[in-house]
C-alpha cells in the first residue's frame, strides 16, 4: 500500500512538474513600432511580444530566456555564455504562470527594472528582428521567430493562436493578449497592391482578360457564321422536287379496270337502251342484241328469275 502511495506521488509530481514547464510556450503576435497600440502599466508605449500557451495543461515562464541576439545559435558556445546574451524571465512570481490556451505579453523597452514583463533588449524599426525563446538551461530552443520589417503599429501573428502561418496585420486587427483573428492580416488585395505599387501587373492582367475575351466572341461568331453560311447554300443547292398532278377522276377509274368497272358499265349501257325504247315487245323482258359480252356473262354466271331469248 506504502509503494502504491509512494508511486502515485511520484506520478502526479512528474504530471505538476511537466503542467508547470515551458515547452508548450508559442510566439503568437509581435509589434514592433508602437505609437497607437496597448500601454504598459506606467502608461508608455513599447514594442511587444505575445506568447501563448499551446496546452490545455498550465505552463510556467519563469527562469526561461529571451534574446534578439542570433549569436546564441552558436553551439560551441556554452551555457553561460548564451544566457549573458540573453534576458531571463524572473521566478518567484506567480505572474509567469500561464494557463492552458491563455496568452502572456512582454514589453520589449529595455528597461526590466520596471517588473518582470519588461525586457532588456528593444526591437528595431522598419528592419528585420530575429526572437528566441530558450529553456532555463539556456541551451534548449523553445521557439523561435523572425518578424520582417513593419509599419507602424502593424503586428507580425499567426492566422490562429499557436498555429498556422504567421501574417501581417494592419493597426485596426492587432489583439495583443487576445485572440487572434483568422481572418485578419494582409488580405490578397493589400498584398497585391503592395507587390505592385505601380499598377504595371493589373495593367497587364486587366489588358490580358479583355483581349481574352475579344478572341473568345471572335471564334464564337466566326463559328455561327460558318454555320448559318452552309446552311442556306446547302438550301439552294437541292433541287426541287416535280410534284405528279393528281390525275383526274375520270382518268383514274379508267386506269383502274377491273371486273366491277366493266359490269357497271354494262348496267348503264342497258338502262340507257331501256329508257331509249329499244327492246322487243315484251316489256317485262329486256333484250339486248350482240354478242358476248361482259353483261352477258354476269347473266349467266349469276341467277335470274327471267328467261332470255
Known amino acids: 500500500m506504502r509503494k502504491t502511495l509512494i508511486t502515485l506521488m511520484m506520478v502526479l509530481a512528474a504530471t505538476a512538474g511537466f503542467a508547470q514547464g515551458a ?15 496597448i500601454l504598459d502599466e506606467y502608461g508608455c508605449r513599447s514594442a511587444w511580444i505575445e506568447f501563448h ?26 551555457a553561460p555564455e548564451r ?5 531571463q524571465i524572473p521566478s518567484g512570481d506567480v505572474a509567469t504562470g500561464i494557463h492552458g490556451k491563455q496568452k502572456m505579453l512582454f514589453f520589449a523597452d529595455n528597461m526590466p527594472k520596471r517588473g518582470i514583463f519588461h525586457t ?19 541551451t534548449t530552443l ?4 523572425t518578424v520582417p520589417a513593419l509599419g507602424e503599429n502593424q503586428s507580425w501573428a ?5 498555429v498556422g502561418e504567421w501574417r501581417i496585420v494592419t493597426a485596426d486587427n492587432v489583439t495583443p493578449a487576445a485572440t487572434n483573428i483568422v481572418e485578419q492580416g494582409e488580405g490578397k488585395v493589400a498584398k497585391f497592391k503592395r507587390m505592385d505599387s505601380l499598377g504595371l501587373g493589373m ?21 455561327i457564321g460558318k454555320i448559318f453560311a452552309n446552311t442556306v447554300s446547302s438550301t439552294k443547292k437541292a433541287p426541287a422536287k416535280a410534284v405528279a398532278p393528281a390525275p383526274k377522276k375520270e382518268e383514274h377509274m379508267l386506269r383502274k ?4 368497272d366493266e359490269e357497271m358499265a354494262a348496267i348503264c349501257m342497258a338502262l340507257h337502251e331501256h329508257f331509249g325504247n329499244i327492246h322487243d315487245e315484251e316489256s317485262d323482258v329486256l333484250t339486248i342484241d350482240g354478242g358476248e359480252s361482259s353483261w352477258h356473262m354476269l347473266t349467266h354466271t349469276h341467277s335470274h328469275p327471267y328467261p332470255y331469248n
Open 23 to 37: 515547452k508548450s510556450l508559442k510566439f503568437n503576435e509581435i509589434l514592433v513600432t508602437n505609437t497607437e497600440s
Open 53 to 78: 500557451n499551446d496546452a490545455f495543461a498550465s505552463a510556467n515562464a519563469r527562469n526561461c530566456f529571451l534574446t534578439t541576439n542570433r549569436a546564441v545559435l552558436n553551439e560551441e558556445l556554452s
Open 83 to 87: 544566457i549573458k546574451m540573453m534576458y
Open 120 to 138: 532588456s533588449f528593444t526591437l528595431a524599426d522598419s528592419t528585420e528582428n530575429w526572437i528566441a525563446l530558450y529553456d532555463a538551461n539556456g
Open 142 to 145: 523553445l521557439d523561435s521567430v
Open 158 to 162: 499567426r492566422a490562429k493562436d499557436g
Open 203 to 223: 495593367t497587364v492582367m486587366c489588358m490580358a482578360v479583355v483581349f481574352s475575351a475579344l478572341a473568345i466572341l471572335w471564334f464564337l461568331f466566326a463559328a
Open 257 to 260: 379496270g377491273g371486273k366491277a
